[in-house]
């Protein structure tokens, strides 16, 4: 099993900067593409930005030029980051961690909430 654990949430004002982590632990080497995923209230949960072994990202377009997502896997920490910039009131959601063993720069089920691992999720809350 994997265990995936998110911080870095909190509340900002519109046009501030917020970077989130989360850490990987468990059966890691099982592990190869990460992502983020968000969920507004009232909304379903959407794909924010993956990132596979091989570094290839993928954005959603809202989020596209002012959210990088990068990942550390030296030392087996297999953490993964959400830099987020430009931060808009709509951005106001939880943001979930994923992880999954696929391969490839990137799979389609990805966009159906389609990762094998997931976290609890970290609040951010974007103030205008």
């Known amino acids: 099993q994997v265990q995936l654990v998110e911080s870095g949430g909190g509340l900002v004002q519109a046009g501030g900067s917020l970077r989130l982590s989360c850490a990987a632990s468990g059966s890691i080497v099982s592990i190869n593409a990460m992502g983020w995923y968000r969920q507004a209230p009232g909304k379903q949960r959407e794909l924010v930005a993956t990132i596979s072994s091989g570094g290839d990202t993928n954005y959603s377009d809202s989020v596209k030029d002012r959210f990088t997502i990068s990942r550390d896997k030296d030392n087996a920490k297999n953490t993964v980051y959400l830099q987020m910039n430009s931060l808009k009131p709509e951005d106001t959601a939880v943001y979930y961690c994923?992880?999954?063993?696929?391969?490839?720069?990137?799979?389609?089920?990805?966009?159906?909430?389609?990762?094998?691992?997931w976290g609890k999720g970290t609040q951010v809350t974007v103030s205008s």
């Open positions: 994923a992880a999954d063993g696929s391969l490839g720069p990137f799979r389609s089920s990805w966009y159906f909430d389609g990762m094998d691992y």
